[in-house]
């Protein structure tokens, strides 16, 4: 066997957005030496385009919030399809985590009486978002990163997992390379933590920076362990649609937040006229109400722009479809129109979104204070992943821990805007703390050499096959695929071309070839990135198809309704004994009847 | 559409060379766009970083006809494009591959600095109480995504290679949004002064004006530093009275 330069942790994080340095450094202050992995420099992981907040009921702005609120609006927000007990842990955890941040010095904007201000955000009754102007992702990964290098964490940078390494049913460590030298690396490790991120780079139009290729889900997936709720995928209602080359860039719902409405080419704000049943009692049915709540009146009901995201995406997605979209294919988001309400909109609009001002005058040329922007769904974020233990965050394979974005659950069929960064700190902090525990009870395990020769070899495939597919072909065709076949609006057609072309994506990934050399070669990284985004279109495909209803997230064009039989279950993908994948549907965990009387009382 | 030539600097830590690569240009496009676009069809080991192509992870620093700058920022409507258009690395740090440098000694840096330690919560629930005008400007100074374009621009470190000896203005701006955090009891100011190199900084303000984030650097965080240093160290009955409490 070649000599690799192996590395040896009790606990390895492989990842290191918001979930994976917050594991990090919930493992190390359990006392057990702890490895961290990033695909990218340390700082730069997804979690730091994160704009309009975090999610907790710190109360500080409206004193009638409570977990118990929380708690109701996460499960009403994923369609009562969640995993109850991580809606509960979350809701009453996630204001500790954020109390937590400003201990290690996150600064984030101030209340009058000086405490931490919240703000309004989709599907949320109250103000509850902590936030730090429009950057409070950037906020958040800077204040775990300056607290987790002075806590004993090694971490190791620019490092590509291509798979979990086992020992019997157990995960004892990865396998992966150096981005810089090429050069292929053993991680041992007695536990691991996945805190990966998302798939979005699985479409074309898409919020997501490279390297959320589904690297965690994958990983997990081949190791054995289960993925369910798949076919969640969550369109975020308000990416930017010109010019070309910015198509997908978020747009925070912020700008919503701060009174930002939604209108058509006629000028007509459209979501006053679909209000969905289940949320008719808290949604306001004018638009003087709705600008009163976004200013903080208590007495005022929300605006219908502030619905969840799910369906505000369909909404504007039907808009343009009847031919009352904007020029460039979105509709318009105006903030601007807000100088008929305050005297100092322009100034309020520069100070509440700070960036969104200048992301639209650097790269579209619009002055969002003057006129208003054009908007369309971007791929933003899935809510299914790996399956996972709510108190612990293991999954089904001994040893394998998931947090973040690539676990699944705390969702259900659609996420609250704010909840995914409570979400990374809340499950990181608690997937931390129960891999230093598994540590502690178990021994390394054995690697298997002859395996390890093996994987090394499959890796370094396409250097023998210069003249093979360009990489970046397959993943652009596998992209358009997905955006137009299993997007938004799903049918059964569709999606089962979807299936035969990712068919085809598998045996072109399997010739593709690569030129240069082992050092730096972003073309290699492509081609090795290629499996992991495959294994999750098939996942999200598999699962989109089991769904026959819509529910959340989930939209199927040929069944357009919510199905009972399809109410208390998930699904869940599996790599079956053959190789090939399979799915099921599980049933949920049962509701304890305390949870089940919060959820009534606040309906 | 029309096309335009980039030159882009390909070669490693042994030496390298400009190569020319023409490439489409459409509405809107920035510098990023076009590098990946010959990355995917003509290059495809062409190294680059980048993250979220939209100013806020600072991964894409490059020089973008002479100029610091993240290239995802960049458009290409503000470039003359009937020349070609140059791109090559960062030049304050090793070269590693095409555009791509080795920034660890800012990672080294960072942790050489104290870290943040707040003092008792003002309120029995363990939290603290902070009036928003008393955090403005340290909010300013954490806008900085650490694309490390104000390191490679700086004169100590891009010419002089004092990085030995001076920290340079993206820590020096870490340490002030340290030292003048409202809840934070450390004091950095005899590091700053020693250590990390603060008078080594003749307030050129280059750093200020390849900031993308637009932070003040020089005006707002460097020079009242140095101001905090020199009263600490040169003032006699301040001096006299550390020595008493010691």
Redesign the interface.
Known sequence: MPDYETFQHDVLVIGSGGAGLRAAIEASAAGVSVGMVCK???????T??AEGGIAAALANVDDRDSWKVHFADTMRGGQYVNNWRMAELHAKEAPDRV?EL????A?F??TK????LQRNFGGHKYPRLAH??D?T???MI?TLQ??G??QGID?H?EICIVTLLKDGKRVIGAFGYDR?RGRFKIYRAKAVVLATGGIGKAYKITSN???CTGDGHSLAYHAGAGLIDMEYIQFHPTGMV?????RG??VTEGVRGEGGILTNKDGKRFMFDFIPDNYKAQTADNEEEGWRYTQGDKNARRPPELLTRDHVARCIVREIKEGRGSPHGGVYLDIAWIKKKLSNAGEHIKRKLP?MY??FK???DIDITQEPMEVGPTTHYIMGGVQVDADTQMSDVPGLFAAGECAAGINGANRLGGNSLSDLVVFGKRAGEFAAKFAKENAHGEVDEAQIDGYAREALRPFENSAGE???SVQ?DLQEVMQHNVGIVRDEAEMLTALDHLKTFWERADRVG????R??????H?ALDLKNLLTVSEAVTRAALERKESRGAQFRDDYPDKDERFSKVSTIIRKAVDGSMEVQLEPLPEMPDYLKQIIEEMK | MSAAIFRIWRG?AKGGAFEDYTTDV?????VL?AVHEI???QA????????????????CSAEVNGMPKLMC?S?LSDLPLEKPVTIEPMKAFPI???L?TD??WN?RV??KIR??N?RP?DAAD???????ED?DR??EF??C??CFLCQDVCHVLRDHRKHDEFIGPRFLIYTAA?EM?PL?TEDRLEELRKAHGIGYCNITKCCTKVCPENIQITDNGIIPLKERVVDDHYDPLGWIWKKLKR
């Open positions: 990218c420099l340390l700082g730069k992981a997804h730091v385009m109390r400003e201990a290690w010095g600064v904007d101030r009486d000086g405490r931490i730090v102007g950057r992702g950037l906020e800077r300056d607290h290098v002075h971490v940078m810089e920076s490279w390297d010109w010019p070309p080359s910015v860039m978020l960036s200048h992301q650097a790269l579209g360009n990489p970046y652009r690569v030129i240069g050399h050092d730096f070669n972003p073309g290699w492509t | 490693d459409s509405e809107g496009m920035v766009d990355q995917a069809k495809n080991d062409l190294a680059c970083r980048w993250n979220c192509k939209a100013g806020k992870c600072g991964s920022m458009r590693q591959k095409d791509i920034v660890s990672y960072k942790k870290k943040f707040p919560p363990g939290t603290w109480r902070i009036a928003q955090i340290v909010q954490r806008k995504i650490e340290l955090h934070d």
